[in-house]
């Protein structure tokens, strides 16, 4: 697989050097007069841990069908729920409040300023094109273009050009490739594992290329969690197993893991000016998982919006199906980990945004997003 994309990376790298001899030291000599602080958008590319409300401007879909449109989803927005799959802030708001950028708005919203970034991600969204719905990983790179035309129209070419080489690019992609393949019940070898996360690491990497070839030169990563942990999949285990974590699934998202960061650091020293950070998200939340006390939460387990019943897995909330007419809400989700059968709470998003924006190195490396912002 590595020898096969090589001449692919060698190609892009011939092109980088084309645009890096066109436009020469003269930008730094510039901004370094400015004196200031330059404007620096970010772009976040991913799925529902991501998705700031992309869904609700998406065609042919049932506007009031996904449960993040409605209570207990975003309770803690004045304006109620507005998509976001928790009860109130994800990561990429807590990012850009730390960039002084606001709330960066998603890219379907009509009618809004994109000056400040853009938010692509779309839940349900996979690194592989299928029929779901969503804006998956090929069609959030083909809204980036039509961003990147808002930004020449709106500022100039080169300006532009500019702006977006300072900009900040995020992609969380990945989970929904490894819980299709492991709900699609298939028994694979771990090698067949293996080649299917390198695949799926050399289409995102096809993506974050295609900004690179724009002019992007720093891109934050959120490896994939322990997809195995999270309530909905513990909720499937049969009961001599019930409640453990599926370690089957661990184990590919620990393989995308190893593979993304492997690409990622070969690219480092093959592509002039790229840089890369990549938040283990996985040891991250494994961990609050397990030791949540040791972060000031209560409960690492159980999801604080869930069925009364927590048999049959597939009852938890997944995709949005608004199915719960007997749920318990939990009195503090400041104290859970999860809010739902996927995602997080608050809380946790808050800790997790820290740890993506300022490390430390065990945790997020070998840059940050605080430092891609001050660069
Ligand atoms: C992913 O990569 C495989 C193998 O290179 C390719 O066949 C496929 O079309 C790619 N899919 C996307 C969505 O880029
Ligand atoms: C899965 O396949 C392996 C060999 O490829 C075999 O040893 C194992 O028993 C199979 N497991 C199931 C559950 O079918
Ligand atoms: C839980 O905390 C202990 C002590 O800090 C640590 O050794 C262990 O690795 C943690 N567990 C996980 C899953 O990170
Ligand atoms: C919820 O828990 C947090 C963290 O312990 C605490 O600060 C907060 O006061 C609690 N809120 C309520 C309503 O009990």
């Given at each position: 697989m590595a020898s096969f994309r090589l001449p692919r990376f060698l190609l892009l790298v011939s092109l980088a050097n084309i645009a890096v001899v066109i436009h020469p030291v003269g930008t730094l000599a510039k901004s370094k007069n400015a004196g200031k602080q330059k404007h620096k958008p970010f772009f976040v590319f991913g799925d529902s841990a991501f998705d700031p409300g992309n869904y609700q401007y998406l065609d042919g879909v049932d506007q009031k069908g996904p449960l993040a449109y409605s209570w207990p989803y975003g309770q803690h927005f004045s304006s109620g729920a507005i998509g976001r799959h928790s009860h109130g802030r994800i990561v990429p708001d807590f990012i850009a409040d730390n960039a002084n950028l606001g709330l960066i708005p998603p890219c379907l919203a009509p009618g809004v300023n994109f000056i400040n970034g853009v938010n692509f991600a779309s839940a349900g969204a996979g690194v592989f094109t299928d029929n779901s719905g969503a804006m998956n990983m090929e069609q959030q790179m083909r809204k980036f273009e039509e961003v990147r035309a808002w930004f020449v129209h709106k500022l100039g070419a080169e300006p532009a050009r500019k702006t977006l080489k300072r900009a900040v690019y995020l992609f969380g992609f990945g989970s929904k490739e490894y819980l299709s393949l492991y709900l699609s019940g298939r028994n694979t070898s771990k090698s067949s594992q293996r080649k299917y996360a390198e695949m799926v690491v050399g289409n995102i990497t096809d993506a974050f290329l295609e900004i690179y070839n724009a002019g992007g030169r720093k891109f934050g990563f959120q490896n994939v969690g322990?997809?195995?942990?999270l309530p909905m999949l513990r909720a499937t285990e049969s009961s001599e197993n019930?409640?453990?974590?599926?370690e089957e699934l661990n184990s590919m998202a620990r393989k995308h893991n190893k593979a993304l960061a492997g690409t990622l650091k070969r690219l480092g020293s093959l592509l002039p000016g790229f840089k890369h950070s990549i938040f283990d998200y996985y040891g991250a939340l494994m961990d609050r998982i397990h030791n949540a006390t040791k972060y000031g939460l209560e409960e690492g387990k159980e999801p604080c919006y869930r069925a009364k019943e927590l048999n049959g897995g597939m009852m938890m909330n997944w995709e949005g199906n608004n199915w719960m007419e007997q749920y318990m809400l939990c009195q503090n989700s400041s104290l859970y980990v999860f809010f739902d059968g996927i995602h997080t709470t608050e809380a946790v998003n808050s800790q997790l945004a820290e740890l993506m924006w300022d490390g430390p190195s065990s945790i997020t490396q070998p840059s940050t997003l605080k430092q891609f912002f001050q660069l």
């Amino acid at each position: 697989m590595a020898s096969f994309r090589l001449p692919r990376f060698l190609l892009l790298v011939s092109l980088a050097n084309i645009a890096v001899v066109i436009h020469p030291v003269g930008t730094l000599a510039k901004s370094k007069n400015a004196g200031k602080q330059k404007h620096k958008p970010f772009f976040v590319f991913g799925d529902s841990a991501f998705d700031p409300g992309n869904y609700q401007y998406l065609d042919g879909v049932d506007q009031k069908g996904p449960l993040a449109y409605s209570w207990p989803y975003g309770q803690h927005f004045s304006s109620g729920a507005i998509g976001r799959h928790s009860h109130g802030r994800i990561v990429p708001d807590f990012i850009a409040d730390n960039a002084n950028l606001g709330l960066i708005p998603p890219c379907l919203a009509p009618g809004v300023n994109f000056i400040n970034g853009v938010n692509f991600a779309s839940a349900g969204a996979g690194v592989f094109t299928d029929n779901s719905g969503a804006m998956n990983m090929e069609q959030q790179m083909r809204k980036f273009e039509e961003v990147r035309a808002w930004f020449v129209h709106k500022l100039g070419a080169e300006p532009a050009r500019k702006t977006l080489k300072r900009a900040v690019y995020l992609f969380g992609f990945g989970s929904k490739e490894y819980l299709s393949l492991y709900l699609s019940g298939r028994n694979t070898s771990k090698s067949s594992q293996r080649k299917y996360a390198e695949m799926v690491v050399g289409n995102i990497t096809d993506a974050f290329l295609e900004i690179y070839n724009a002019g992007g030169r720093k891109f934050g990563f959120q490896n994939v969690g322990p997809l195995g942990c999270l309530p909905m999949l513990r909720a499937t285990e049969s009961s001599e197993n019930a409640g453990a974590c599926v370690e089957e699934l661990n184990s590919m998202a620990r393989k995308h893991n190893k593979a993304l960061a492997g690409t990622l650091k070969r690219l480092g020293s093959l592509l002039p000016g790229f840089k890369h950070s990549i938040f283990d998200y996985y040891g991250a939340l494994m961990d609050r998982i397990h030791n949540a006390t040791k972060y000031g939460l209560e409960e690492g387990k159980e999801p604080c919006y869930r069925a009364k019943e927590l048999n049959g897995g597939m009852m938890m909330n997944w995709e949005g199906n608004n199915w719960m007419e007997q749920y318990m809400l939990c009195q503090n989700s400041s104290l859970y980990v999860f809010f739902d059968g996927i995602h997080t709470t608050e809380a946790v998003n808050s800790q997790l945004a820290e740890l993506m924006w300022d490390g430390p190195s065990s945790i997020t490396q070998p840059s940050t997003l605080k430092q891609f912002f001050q660069l």
